[in-house]
């Protein structure tokens, strides 16, 4: 058995970024960048002003007095997606919408709102300082510039960042394909009646979901029955249309075993068979020719929880996304929380803000069959590897789930 | 202008949620549950055994001392999905598999690990407790219980929840369509060269991400050109195809008259005009027949900050969702930080776990056309309407952004 920490270390060893490919900025939102983004352009392109309003030389107010307006001579409008090709003199000013490129001649930009105009008058009552709502050629990004780096993830500020520096496709790493094999000779698909001893094969579809949020697409092999040369042969096929290959059930004592030979097997390279993690312990990690292959618990709780604490991040990995080190936080325990000690304990528990703060709140059950518990929790704390017993008060990290 | 608060209970008031469609469930992930769900089965079926191991009956193990093991006789083997039709006597053990149903008569498990075993003989060193390692039935949830509420968020857990009570197809409230308008004739599409005075259209891109990370499609009517009646056309296309209109741009003073024009033109109830927010301030609300209309500032950090705040509670309604009052969590300022005071500053920030502890650290200029600057950043921290000056070590309200 080993920690968390560790498996997560020989995880992100194994999990490499897949080949890049090209696609169309929204087809890439939620991935990482597979390249380094360089500025084409100056953005903005021009000395933007930054408001409706007039564009002026600043030093003509500079002889403002109170109660005594200066007047300019309003020459030009340059609306948005126009310029003037006026050079701005002293005594002039020109309306200008937000947007639209300040004149030559012009330093600032006084807000429609602080003026009065009566015909081509403008009437200035304040000293505007030089570089007043004027955003700078090149205030953003130059060109050349490094906009985004290989790496980032694309989200929709990224989004509008490629946009606004015209690029429509990018490179980034192709999706891996997750391949789901359930295993138990007491699984029914769930629109068939069980007999007694039979359950509904739950975790397929919460397995389903969980890829699903991650952007991917599952590939669903079905419930394989608890005989070796059938699973040998479903694994085989699983690694050859895939690229994590994913067997939840069978991985109990007894049942490893199974899963373990056939392993053996196919000369597949045994990283892990269990995890000082509660819910969870019982998964396992093996390698075979650069895929990754995961025995995840059969218990609901126990296979979400490994799901997204083990398989997630090297999905994450694939996609070439930086695995976060730390994505916890503290949270307070707002009841006193007791528990075996030995493993770190994942508690699903609800979490919520008052005056500011984030505490705990129990939800139910931690029995690992428990998915009732989980469906009214928003969040996990961890009670640490040896710790059992937390009052009231005291402060553990924890996160939200499935964010 | 209003605070963000009231212009949230506005939105909140306006916004209904949208007719009801049965779905497969796993196409309802993310989406809000609209019908209470009731348990049509006991779960677990039957008592079941939680381990590989065998069912015993617990007082034979009362007899245990050091070093005398307790001798069954092994009558039978229960395999998942199995079952036997023998009833467990005094003396007698079965092996059972994980998930398999615990035989009459037996009334507890020990792990495999635990055991010995020759030919058919188990050797037991320890007292078991009754109920040990049995599941019993009905214990997660009984028929006729309410297993999940209307609203309720549908991930992976309800999805597994669902399926585990034989739910293939569940009621969820229609996707809202979300139509985009983009003013501003200083806009080019991102694939055609910007001519002096203009620039790509950017945020049509960030607001269809945001919009897809929403899980919901945006129907994009492209760039408006600046005439009342070209926008309201397009305008009245919008509302007859969508529930939701976001126009992008043309939210300035100059330019709002145009859209109130617009508005008031074909009769439209406007709500409110500004909001005390920064960036965003010019973000206008109306409701026509039911639907709503967004106008949204076009500086790029307004458009993405205002569409987050406001359009994004909105699609949540009509889709169930309860809108949720808080999400925020206390942030140690890393920095000092100084900005205007009047409005909330939503000011963008790298949000770090250090020791525990959640610090904001300094993304870069908060200029509202710098998405750059946002695109370094992963959370915001508030800085209350009223106060420009907070030092390092003092602690504001913060959240994630994009989760």
Redo the contacts between chains.
Sequence with gaps: MISVEEALRIISEESKALECEEKD??SC??KALAEDIYSRDNL???DKS???GYAIKSEDTDLYEDGVSIELEIVDLI?????SDKELKNGQAMKI?????VPKGANAVI???KVEVREDTLYISEKVKNGCNV?KLG???KVGDI??RKG?LI??????????????KIKVHRDPVVAILTT????VD??E??K???????????????I??LGLEALCLGIVE?KKDTLKSKVKEALEKSDIVITS?GA????FDFVEQVLNEINADIKFQSVAIKPGKPISFAVIDKKLFFSLP?N?LSA?TTFEEFVKPACEKMLGKNMES?????VILAEDFKEKEGRSKYIYVKIK?EN???YAYKAGSQ?S????T??KANGIIIMPAGIGYKKAGE?L?GK????
């Design positions: 900025i929204l939102l939620n903005p392109p021009f930054a408001m409706d609306k948005a997606g126009e310029f919408m937000t947007g639209a490129p807000q429609i709102e955003i205030e953003e990004i906009a985004l980032t989200r929709p500020t990224e989004i509008g960042v490629l946009a606004s520096l015209g690029y429509s138990g000779d007491e699984l769930i629109n009646t069980p007694f001893g039979q359950i509904r094969n739950s975790n397929e579809y919460s397995l389903k979901a969980l699903q949020n608890d059930g109990s004592v007894g049942d059969g609901p979400i730390d994505n916890t936080f503290p803000a500011g703060k984030l029995s069959n428990q998915l009732i989980m469906s402060v990290s939200f789930i499935f964010k």
